[in-house]
Protein backbone atom coordinates (compact mmCIF):
# COMPACT_ATOMS: atom_id res chain seq x y z
CA UNK A 1 0.00 0.00 0.00
CA UNK A 2 1.37 3.38 -0.91
CA UNK A 3 1.39 5.92 1.49
CA UNK A 4 1.13 9.78 0.51
CA UNK A 5 2.05 12.91 3.06
CA UNK A 6 -0.50 14.82 3.87
CA UNK A 7 -0.15 18.65 5.89
CA UNK A 8 -2.61 19.12 8.85
CA UNK A 9 -3.59 22.31 9.72
CA UNK A 10 -5.23 22.68 13.20
CA UNK A 11 -5.66 24.92 16.02
CA UNK A 12 -4.93 24.59 19.84
CA UNK A 13 -6.39 26.88 22.07
CA UNK A 14 -6.46 29.30 19.65
CA UNK A 15 -3.01 28.82 17.54
CA UNK A 16 -2.74 27.36 14.42
CA UNK A 17 0.06 24.92 14.14
CA UNK A 18 1.21 22.58 11.00
CA UNK A 19 2.09 18.74 11.17
CA UNK A 20 3.01 16.40 8.26
CA UNK A 21 1.43 13.16 8.36
CA UNK A 22 2.00 9.64 6.50
CA UNK A 23 -1.43 8.18 5.37
CA UNK A 24 -3.13 6.37 2.71
CA UNK A 25 -5.85 9.22 2.37
CA UNK A 26 -7.11 11.98 4.01
CA UNK A 27 -9.30 10.27 6.20
CA UNK A 28 -6.93 7.72 7.88
CA UNK A 29 -4.83 10.99 8.09
CA UNK A 30 -7.75 12.55 9.92
CA UNK A 31 -7.91 9.51 11.96
CA UNK A 32 -3.89 9.43 12.75
CA UNK A 33 -3.77 13.23 13.92
CA UNK A 34 -7.11 12.80 16.09
CA UNK A 35 -5.11 9.65 17.89
CA UNK A 36 -2.04 11.26 18.54
CA UNK A 37 -3.75 15.36 19.47
CA UNK A 38 -7.29 14.83 20.54
CA UNK A 39 -6.70 18.35 21.69
CA UNK A 40 -6.10 19.77 18.35
CA UNK A 41 -9.08 21.15 15.66
CA UNK A 42 -8.45 20.45 12.54
CA UNK A 43 -8.84 23.32 10.40
CA UNK A 44 -7.31 22.00 6.97
CA UNK A 45 -5.82 18.63 5.56
CA UNK A 46 -4.20 18.58 1.58
CA UNK A 47 -1.66 16.54 0.55
CA UNK A 48 1.69 17.65 0.10
CA UNK A 49 5.32 16.22 -0.82
CA UNK A 50 7.50 14.40 1.94
CA UNK A 51 9.17 17.13 4.06
CA UNK A 52 13.19 17.68 3.07
CA UNK A 53 14.60 16.06 6.07
CA UNK A 54 12.64 13.18 5.38
CA UNK A 55 13.56 12.81 1.99
CA UNK A 56 17.31 13.12 2.88
CA UNK A 57 16.92 11.05 5.66
CA UNK A 58 15.53 8.42 3.17
CA UNK A 59 18.34 8.90 0.35
CA UNK A 60 20.55 8.49 3.71
CA UNK A 61 19.25 5.09 4.67
CA UNK A 62 19.07 3.65 1.42
CA UNK A 63 22.61 4.36 0.51
CA UNK A 64 23.44 2.88 4.14
CA UNK A 65 21.01 -0.29 2.91
CA UNK A 66 23.05 -0.60 -0.38
CA UNK A 67 26.31 -1.10 1.27
CA UNK A 68 25.47 -2.67 4.92
CA UNK A 69 21.74 -4.28 3.99
CA UNK A 70 21.01 -6.21 6.41
CA UNK A 71 17.95 -8.49 5.94
CA UNK A 72 15.98 -10.77 8.28
CA UNK A 73 16.41 -14.23 8.57
CA UNK A 74 13.36 -16.38 7.70
CA UNK A 75 13.71 -18.61 10.80
CA UNK A 76 13.69 -15.47 13.20
CA UNK A 77 10.17 -14.22 10.69
CA UNK A 78 8.72 -17.65 11.63
CA UNK A 79 9.35 -17.52 15.18
CA UNK A 80 7.69 -14.38 15.73
CA UNK A 81 4.84 -14.89 13.39
CA UNK A 82 4.15 -18.11 15.19
CA UNK A 83 4.53 -16.38 18.55
CA UNK A 84 1.90 -13.97 17.40
CA UNK A 85 -0.36 -16.59 16.25
CA UNK A 86 -0.63 -18.05 19.64
CA UNK A 87 -0.90 -14.86 21.56
CA UNK A 88 -3.90 -14.21 19.36
CA UNK A 89 -5.27 -17.13 19.39
CA UNK A 90 -5.16 -16.84 23.26
CA UNK A 91 -7.12 -13.66 22.93
CA UNK A 92 -4.70 -11.42 23.17
CA UNK A 93 -5.18 -7.91 21.43
CA UNK A 94 -3.26 -7.62 18.41
CA UNK A 95 -1.23 -4.94 19.95
CA UNK A 96 -0.42 -5.94 22.95
CA UNK A 97 1.05 -9.15 20.96
CA UNK A 98 3.24 -6.55 18.29
CA UNK A 99 4.76 -4.93 21.06
CA UNK A 100 5.38 -8.13 22.97
CA UNK A 101 6.88 -10.33 20.06
CA UNK A 102 9.06 -6.84 19.14
CA UNK A 103 10.87 -6.65 22.64
CA UNK A 104 11.24 -10.61 22.26
CA UNK A 105 12.60 -10.71 18.73
CA UNK A 106 16.29 -12.11 18.09
CA UNK A 107 16.81 -10.06 15.38
CA UNK A 108 18.00 -6.01 16.10
CA UNK A 109 16.00 -5.38 12.36
CA UNK A 110 12.64 -7.07 13.42
CA UNK A 111 12.94 -5.67 16.87
CA UNK A 112 12.64 -2.54 14.93
CA UNK A 113 10.04 -2.96 12.33
CA UNK A 114 7.91 -4.71 15.15
CA UNK A 115 8.44 -1.27 17.35
CA UNK A 116 7.35 0.79 13.81
CA UNK A 117 4.21 -1.16 13.49
CA UNK A 118 3.51 -0.53 17.48
CA UNK A 119 3.66 2.76 16.65
CA UNK A 120 1.48 2.86 14.17
CA UNK A 121 -0.93 0.49 15.71
CA UNK A 122 -1.36 3.07 18.43
CA UNK A 123 -2.05 5.85 15.69
CA UNK A 124 -5.18 3.71 14.48
CA UNK A 125 -3.24 2.57 11.58
CA UNK A 126 -4.63 -1.77 10.64
CA UNK A 127 -1.51 -4.13 11.01
CA UNK A 128 -1.98 -4.58 7.39
CA UNK A 129 -1.09 -1.04 6.34
CA UNK A 130 1.54 -0.86 8.99
CA UNK A 131 3.11 -4.71 7.72
CA UNK A 132 3.28 -2.26 4.14
CA UNK A 133 5.68 -0.05 4.84
CA UNK A 134 7.96 -3.28 5.19
CA UNK A 135 7.39 -5.42 1.94
CA UNK A 136 10.97 -5.76 1.25
CA UNK A 137 11.62 -7.62 4.87
CA UNK A 138 8.56 -8.94 5.24
CA UNK A 139 7.43 -10.36 1.81
CA UNK A 140 4.19 -10.01 0.22
CA UNK A 141 3.08 -13.35 1.31
CA UNK A 142 3.49 -12.02 4.72
CA UNK A 143 1.11 -8.84 3.63
CA UNK A 144 -1.34 -11.02 1.67
CA UNK A 145 -2.02 -13.30 5.06
CA UNK A 146 -2.26 -11.03 7.45
CA UNK A 147 -4.82 -8.96 5.41
CA UNK A 148 -6.13 -12.52 5.00
CA UNK A 149 -6.71 -12.57 9.07
CA UNK A 150 -7.86 -8.91 9.46
CA UNK A 151 -10.55 -9.44 6.47
CA UNK A 152 -11.73 -13.14 8.13
CA UNK A 153 -11.49 -11.46 11.47
CA UNK A 154 -9.03 -15.27 12.34
CA UNK A 155 -5.42 -13.49 12.57
CA UNK A 156 -4.04 -16.63 14.71
CA UNK A 157 -5.22 -18.93 11.81
CA UNK A 158 -3.57 -16.54 8.85
CA UNK A 159 -0.80 -16.03 11.19
CA UNK A 160 -0.44 -19.73 11.77
CA UNK A 161 -0.69 -20.38 8.14
CA UNK A 162 1.60 -17.69 7.16
CA UNK A 163 4.39 -19.10 9.71
CA UNK A 164 3.99 -22.62 8.10
CA UNK A 165 4.01 -20.76 4.65
CA UNK A 166 7.29 -19.38 5.15
CA UNK A 167 9.37 -22.26 7.17
CA UNK A 168 8.44 -24.18 3.64
CA UNK A 169 9.77 -21.43 2.08
CA UNK A 170 12.78 -21.52 3.99
CA UNK A 171 13.48 -25.55 3.67
CA UNK A 172 13.20 -24.65 -0.07
CA UNK A 173 15.70 -22.47 0.09
CA UNK A 174 17.95 -24.61 2.24
CA UNK A 175 17.44 -27.71 -0.34
CA UNK A 176 18.37 -25.43 -3.06
CA UNK A 177 21.35 -24.34 -1.35
CA UNK A 178 22.74 -27.85 -0.74
CA UNK A 179 21.81 -29.51 -4.28
CA UNK A 180 23.44 -26.46 -5.94
CA UNK A 181 26.59 -26.59 -3.58
CA UNK A 182 27.78 -29.43 -5.57
CA UNK A 183 27.87 -28.00 -9.06
CA UNK A 184 29.50 -24.81 -7.59
CA UNK A 185 32.52 -26.44 -6.49
CA UNK A 186 32.73 -28.40 -9.27
CA UNK A 187 32.40 -25.21 -11.49
CA UNK A 188 34.59 -23.40 -9.13
CA UNK A 189 37.37 -26.25 -9.61
CA UNK A 190 36.63 -25.80 -13.16
CA UNK A 191 37.69 -22.10 -13.43
CA UNK A 192 40.67 -22.23 -11.31
CA UNK A 193 42.14 -24.68 -13.47
CA UNK A 194 41.06 -23.47 -16.68
CA UNK A 195 42.79 -19.85 -15.62
CA UNK A 196 46.05 -21.63 -14.06
CA UNK A 197 46.15 -23.36 -17.38
CA UNK A 198 46.09 -20.55 -19.25
CA UNK A 199 48.47 -18.13 -17.04
CA UNK A 200 51.07 -20.59 -16.19
CA UNK A 201 51.03 -23.87 -18.93
CA UNK A 202 49.88 -22.88 -22.28
CA UNK A 203 52.49 -19.78 -22.18
CA UNK A 204 55.16 -22.57 -21.88
CA UNK A 205 53.93 -24.02 -24.93
CA UNK A 206 53.56 -20.89 -26.62
CA UNK A 207 57.46 -20.02 -26.25
CA UNK A 208 58.06 -23.62 -27.64
CA UNK A 209 55.90 -23.21 -30.60
CA UNK A 210 57.72 -19.68 -31.40
CA UNK A 211 60.93 -20.69 -30.84
CA UNK A 212 60.48 -23.41 -33.56
CA UNK A 213 59.07 -21.22 -36.08
CA UNK A 214 55.48 -22.82 -36.32
CA UNK A 215 53.49 -20.16 -35.50
CA UNK A 216 51.33 -19.76 -39.37
CA UNK A 217 51.47 -23.71 -39.65
CA UNK A 218 49.43 -24.04 -36.17
CA UNK A 219 46.21 -26.19 -36.35
CA UNK A 220 43.24 -24.23 -35.97
CA UNK A 221 42.72 -25.92 -31.83
CA UNK A 222 46.24 -24.56 -31.62
CA UNK A 223 45.20 -21.09 -32.47
CA UNK A 224 41.90 -20.89 -30.22
CA UNK A 225 43.60 -22.58 -27.26
CA UNK A 226 46.45 -19.61 -27.88
CA UNK A 227 43.99 -17.11 -28.42
CA UNK A 228 42.01 -17.60 -25.66
CA UNK A 229 45.30 -17.66 -23.36
CA UNK A 230 46.53 -14.09 -24.89
CA UNK A 231 42.99 -12.69 -23.98
CA UNK A 232 43.17 -13.88 -20.35
CA UNK A 233 46.58 -12.49 -19.89
CA UNK A 234 46.77 -9.50 -21.62
CA UNK A 235 43.16 -8.15 -20.94
CA UNK A 236 41.99 -10.20 -18.06
CA UNK A 237 41.68 -7.52 -15.38
CA UNK A 238 39.99 -5.60 -17.84
CA UNK A 239 37.22 -8.38 -18.60
CA UNK A 240 36.75 -8.98 -15.15
CA UNK A 241 35.92 -5.25 -14.67
CA UNK A 242 33.85 -5.33 -17.47
CA UNK A 243 31.85 -8.19 -15.99
CA UNK A 244 31.69 -6.60 -12.63
CA UNK A 245 30.44 -3.20 -13.93
CA UNK A 246 27.58 -4.96 -16.51
CA UNK A 247 26.71 -7.14 -13.26
CA UNK A 248 25.79 -4.21 -11.11
CA UNK A 249 24.18 -2.18 -14.30
CA UNK A 250 22.16 -4.92 -15.18
CA UNK A 251 21.21 -5.45 -11.40
CA UNK A 252 20.35 -1.86 -11.19
CA UNK A 253 18.40 -1.88 -14.60
CA UNK A 254 16.54 -4.63 -13.60
CA UNK A 255 15.20 -3.36 -10.27
CA UNK A 256 14.51 0.10 -11.47
CA UNK A 257 13.62 -0.59 -15.05
CA UNK A 258 9.99 -1.75 -15.16
CA UNK A 259 10.55 -2.93 -19.01
CA UNK A 260 14.09 -4.07 -18.69
CA UNK A 261 12.66 -6.20 -15.86
CA UNK A 262 10.32 -7.40 -18.20
CA UNK A 263 12.20 -7.96 -20.67
CA UNK A 264 14.29 -10.33 -18.45
CA UNK A 265 11.57 -11.91 -16.41
CA UNK A 266 10.64 -13.15 -19.94
CA UNK A 267 13.67 -14.66 -21.06
CA UNK A 268 14.55 -16.05 -17.29
CA UNK A 269 11.17 -18.28 -17.65
CA UNK A 270 13.23 -19.93 -20.73
CA UNK A 271 16.39 -21.03 -19.73
CA UNK A 272 16.99 -24.52 -18.95
CA UNK A 273 15.88 -25.69 -15.19
CA UNK A 274 15.85 -21.62 -14.02
CA UNK A 275 12.47 -21.48 -16.20
CA UNK A 276 10.95 -24.22 -14.68
CA UNK A 277 12.06 -23.12 -10.71
CA UNK A 278 10.74 -20.20 -11.78
CA UNK A 279 7.48 -21.10 -12.85
CA UNK A 280 6.61 -23.96 -9.95
CA UNK A 281 7.33 -21.75 -7.05
CA UNK A 282 5.41 -18.95 -8.34
CA UNK A 283 2.46 -21.25 -9.43
CA UNK A 284 2.85 -22.51 -6.11
CA UNK A 285 2.32 -19.48 -4.20
CA UNK A 286 -0.28 -18.55 -6.01
CA UNK A 287 -2.45 -21.41 -5.96
CA UNK A 288 -1.55 -21.98 -1.81
CA UNK A 289 -2.75 -18.37 -1.38
CA UNK A 290 -6.10 -18.69 -3.41
CA UNK A 291 -6.95 -21.65 -1.92
CA UNK A 292 -6.49 -20.28 1.60
CA UNK A 293 -8.67 -17.17 0.28
CA UNK A 294 -11.07 -18.71 -0.85
CA UNK A 295 -11.41 -21.24 1.92
CA UNK A 296 -12.24 -18.33 4.46
CA UNK A 297 -14.36 -17.16 2.41
CA UNK A 298 -13.12 -14.32 0.39
CA UNK A 299 -14.42 -13.61 -3.06
CA UNK A 300 -13.18 -14.91 -6.06
CA UNK A 301 -11.74 -11.13 -7.79
CA UNK A 302 -10.10 -10.38 -4.22
CA UNK A 303 -8.75 -13.52 -3.64
CA UNK A 304 -7.00 -13.69 -7.09
CA UNK A 305 -5.86 -9.68 -6.65
CA UNK A 306 -4.25 -10.68 -3.25
CA UNK A 307 -2.79 -14.10 -4.28
CA UNK A 308 -1.12 -11.96 -7.38
CA UNK A 309 1.23 -10.30 -5.13
CA UNK A 310 2.81 -13.53 -3.98
CA UNK A 311 3.49 -13.74 -7.55
CA UNK A 312 6.85 -12.09 -8.61
CA UNK A 313 7.65 -12.83 -12.33
CA UNK A 314 5.99 -10.19 -13.74
CA UNK A 315 5.63 -12.61 -17.35
CA UNK A 316 3.15 -15.02 -14.83
CA UNK A 317 2.00 -12.00 -13.14
CA UNK A 318 0.51 -10.68 -16.22
CA UNK A 319 -0.82 -13.87 -17.63
CA UNK A 320 -2.94 -14.84 -14.17
CA UNK A 321 -3.86 -10.78 -13.43
CA UNK A 322 -5.60 -11.83 -16.91
CA UNK A 323 -8.09 -14.20 -14.60
CA UNK A 324 -9.25 -11.71 -12.74
CA UNK A 325 -10.28 -9.70 -15.34
CA UNK A 326 -12.31 -12.55 -17.11
CA UNK A 327 -13.83 -13.19 -13.82
CA UNK A 328 -14.69 -9.70 -13.58
CA UNK A 329 -16.28 -10.01 -17.04
CA UNK A 330 -18.20 -13.10 -15.44
CA UNK A 331 -16.36 -16.04 -17.25
CA UNK A 332 -16.19 -18.83 -15.18
CA UNK A 333 -12.70 -19.28 -13.28
CA UNK A 334 -12.01 -22.93 -14.95
CA UNK A 335 -12.36 -21.13 -18.58
CA UNK A 336 -10.10 -18.21 -17.04
CA UNK A 337 -7.75 -20.74 -15.69
CA UNK A 338 -7.44 -22.10 -19.08
CA UNK A 339 -6.71 -19.00 -21.23
CA UNK A 340 -3.52 -18.24 -19.86
CA UNK A 341 -1.72 -21.64 -20.82
CA UNK A 342 -0.21 -21.89 -17.96
CA UNK A 343 -2.27 -24.68 -16.45
CA UNK A 344 -1.95 -28.44 -17.16
CA UNK A 345 -5.27 -29.99 -18.90
CA UNK A 346 -5.56 -32.31 -15.68
CA UNK A 347 -5.33 -29.36 -13.49
CA UNK A 348 -8.15 -27.36 -15.47
CA UNK A 349 -9.93 -30.65 -14.71
CA UNK A 350 -9.80 -30.31 -11.16
CA UNK A 351 -10.17 -26.33 -10.60
CA UNK A 352 -13.67 -27.59 -13.02
CA UNK A 353 -14.85 -30.30 -10.65
CA UNK A 354 -14.03 -28.12 -7.11
CA UNK A 355 -15.90 -25.35 -8.94
CA UNK A 356 -19.21 -27.50 -9.90
CA UNK A 357 -18.95 -29.42 -6.79
CA UNK A 358 -18.62 -26.35 -4.62
CA UNK A 359 -15.15 -28.11 -3.23
CA UNK A 360 -12.93 -25.12 -5.10
CA UNK A 361 -10.69 -24.53 -2.38
CA UNK A 362 -9.85 -28.37 -1.52
CA UNK A 363 -9.20 -28.69 -5.59
CA UNK A 364 -7.23 -25.86 -5.60
CA UNK A 365 -5.13 -26.96 -2.49
CA UNK A 366 -4.50 -30.29 -4.64
CA UNK A 367 -3.51 -28.40 -7.69
CA UNK A 368 -0.88 -26.74 -4.86
CA UNK A 369 0.43 -29.98 -3.88
CA UNK A 370 1.36 -30.59 -7.38
CA UNK A 371 3.09 -27.59 -8.09
CA UNK A 372 5.13 -28.22 -5.13
CA UNK A 373 5.62 -31.62 -6.21
CA UNK A 374 6.89 -30.54 -9.28
CA UNK A 375 8.96 -28.05 -7.42
CA UNK A 376 10.54 -30.60 -4.75
CA UNK A 377 11.51 -32.99 -7.89
CA UNK A 378 13.24 -30.51 -9.66
CA UNK A 379 15.22 -29.46 -6.60
CA UNK A 380 16.00 -33.30 -5.59
CA UNK A 381 17.13 -34.32 -8.30
CA UNK A 382 18.88 -30.32 -9.22
CA UNK A 383 22.61 -32.18 -9.13
CA UNK A 384 21.70 -35.10 -11.73
CA UNK A 385 20.38 -32.73 -14.11
CA UNK A 386 23.18 -30.20 -13.25
CA UNK A 387 26.26 -33.01 -14.21
CA UNK A 388 25.71 -33.78 -18.14
CA UNK A 389 26.32 -29.97 -18.77
CA UNK A 390 29.33 -29.63 -16.37
CA UNK A 391 31.07 -32.94 -18.07
CA UNK A 392 30.07 -31.64 -21.54
CA UNK A 393 31.62 -28.68 -20.56
CA UNK A 394 34.69 -30.21 -18.81
CA UNK A 395 34.97 -32.84 -22.14
CA UNK A 396 35.08 -30.09 -24.19
CA UNK A 397 38.18 -28.05 -22.37
CA UNK A 398 40.04 -31.07 -22.25
CA UNK A 399 39.41 -31.81 -25.78
CA UNK A 400 40.58 -28.19 -26.69
CA UNK A 401 43.71 -28.32 -24.15
CA UNK A 402 44.71 -31.76 -25.68
CA UNK A 403 44.33 -31.24 -29.30
CA UNK A 404 45.81 -27.59 -28.73
CA UNK A 405 48.91 -29.19 -27.21
CA UNK A 406 49.31 -32.12 -28.39
CA UNK A 407 48.38 -32.10 -32.35
CA UNK A 408 51.26 -29.66 -33.27
CA UNK A 409 53.22 -31.88 -31.33
CA UNK A 410 52.29 -34.75 -33.62
CA UNK A 411 52.80 -32.88 -36.44
CA UNK A 412 56.25 -31.78 -35.26
CA UNK A 413 57.22 -35.47 -34.38
CA UNK A 414 55.98 -36.75 -37.87
CA UNK A 415 58.33 -33.87 -40.22
CA UNK A 416 61.11 -34.86 -38.18
CA UNK A 417 61.02 -38.51 -38.56
CA UNK A 418 60.36 -37.71 -42.42
Same mark, same amino acid.
Request: hydrophobic content about 45%; cysteine-free; overall charge neutral.
Given at each position: MNL????????VKGKQSKVV????NRAETIKIFKARNPEGAIVKVTETTA $??????????????? /??????????????????????????????????EVGR? /???????????????????????????? /????????????????GESTGNMAE????????????????????? /???? $???IITAMAMAFVILMVYVVPKFRDIFEQLGAGDKLPLPTKILLGIESAVNDYGLYMLGIGIVAFILISRSYKNNPIFHAQCDKYMLKIYLIGRIIFYSNLNRFTLILSELIRAG??????????????????????????????QRGISLTDSFRETGLFENMLIQMIQAGEQSGTLDMMLSKVTDYFKDKFDEI????SSYIEPILLAFLACMVLLLALGIFMPMWEMSSAVKG
Open positions: KHFEVLYSLQAA $PLNETLEKLKNSALN /AVFKKSVKTEYLVASFRQLAVMANAGIPIHDSVKA /AADEKLRSIFAKMDEDLNAGLSLTTSAS /AFKEELGDVSIAMIELSLKKLADILEEVNENKKKFKK /AIRY $PLMVPVVEALETSLLTVTNTTLQDRLSLVKVSVIDNL
